[in-house]
Nanobody
């Protein structure tokens, strides 16, 4: 079992910055990839914001390219999302996601509890 604890959400004016953190804890697991998703108000689906794999490969949603940066501290099993030049349309609940494998190479997906990001115009 893996627990994901997020922090760093809040309210900011447009053009501002926030940094989200997500720490993974548990026993006997290896992280394959970690990602941030978000669910905007009134939307039913979560959308991928950014993803980083164990070998350092990165993926970003087109809407955040050039503004958001995902990074990872492997020693701390922590992933970060630096969000700059925030826009009101970035307002959403942001969820941390981890794809992990156990000692037997069985794959699991875990989600954090979500952290609110609100950007005012």
């Amino acid at each position: 079992q893996v627990q994901l604890v997020e922090s760093g959400g809040g309210s900011v004016q447009g053009g501002g910055s926030l940094r989200l953190s997500c720490a993974a804890s548990g026993t006997s697991f290896t992280i394959n990839a970690m990602a941030w998703y978000r669910q905007a108000p009134g939307k039913q689906r979560r959308e991928l914001v950014a993803r980083i794999t164990s070998d350092g490969s990165l993926n970003y949603a087109d809407s955040v390219k050039g503004r958001f940066t995902i990074s990872r501290d492997n020693a701390k099993n922590t992933v970060y999302l630096q969000m700059n030049t925030l826009k009101p349309e970035d307002t959403a609940v942001y969820y941390c996601n981890a794809n992990v494998r156990d000692l037997y190479y069985r794959a699991y997906v875990y989600w954090g509890q979500g952290t609110q990001v609100t950007v005012s115009s």
